[in-house]
């Protein structure tokens, strides 16, 4: 079945520092990808989503791009602040022929990001 | 606040009680969704209400659970005669039926501790 696989954590960083959280997933048909983020004591919120091949989803300076060929959507920041600090779930969601098409979504096992100061 | 709301926060049962949560998702959503998360884990799919009608239930949920949308707008999840295994965090989501399907916006989650 449909399945996502995220590196494991904690990943931890100093401020300013490149991150790469990788993800990479099995899916039949053609999947819509996303990366949640759960920020301690609150809810998953949806950080960035790309819906085909060779999309770019971009929120937050965070970036994904949808790589069909290595069924991949890795998730990168250029510069990441101590407010990052959260746990990164990479999802996806693939078109459904069942309930007119109802978007349930496939998580990853999550990933923690720590920055340091 | 118009965001996804769920209750209690947290709730911490004996084995074998029975207990109730609630998600009161966005107003306008029509499409309802319950997760579980263990920790450690990320959310599993429980089961998907398009208004009052459930149309899909996981293996995951057994016999000793069900939910219900009884008006297409708030929705409830039972447990009955709860195990260890049950404890786990509890999400509620919601989305549009049309419009942008794909993002479900998710509630706070209800944390169950079963001792």
């Known amino acids: 079945g449909d399945s996502v696989t995220q590196m494991e954590g904690p990943v931890t960083l100093s401020e300013e520092a490149f991150l790469t959280i990788n993800c990479t997933y099995t899916a039949t048909g053609y999947p819509s990808l996303f990366w949640y983020v759960q920020y301690p004591g609150e809810g998953l919120q949806l950080l960035l989503k790309a819906t085909k091949a060779d999309d770019k989803g971009s929120n937050k300076g965070f970036e994904a791009t949808y790589r069909k060929e290595t069924t991949s959507f890795h998730l990168e920041k250029g510069s990441v602040q101590v407010s990052d600090s959260a746990v990164y779930f990479c999802?996806?969601?693939?078109?459904?022929?069942?309930?007119?098409?109802?978007?349930?979504?496939?998580f990853g096992a999550g990933t923690r990001l720590a920055v340091h100061p | 606040d118009t965001g996804v709301s769920q209750d209690p926060r947290h709730k911490i049962t004996k084995r074998g009680q029975n207990v109730t949560f609630r998600c009161d998702p966005i107003?306008?959503?029509?499409?309802l969704y319950w997760y579980r998360q263990t920790l450690g884990q990320g959310p599993e799919f429980l089961t998907y209400?398009?208004?009052?009608?459930?149309?899909?239930k996981s293996r995951l949920l057994s016999d000793r659970f069900s939910a219900e949308r009884p008006k297409g707008s708030f929705s409830t999840l039972e447990i009955q005669r709860t195990e260890q295994g049950d404890s786990a965090m509890y999400l509620c989501?919601?989305?549009?039926?049309?419009?942008?399907?794909?993002?479900?916006?998710f509630g706070p989650g209800t944390r169950l501790t079963v001792t």
């Open positions: 209400f398009q208004n009052e009608a459930q149309l899909e």
């Open positions: 999802a996806l969601k693939t078109r459904s022929d069942l309930s007119g098409g109802y978007n349930k979504l496939i």
């Open positions: 989501a919601s989305s549009l039926l049309t419009g942008t399907p794909y993002e479900q916006y």
């Open positions: 107003s306008e959503h029509n499409r």
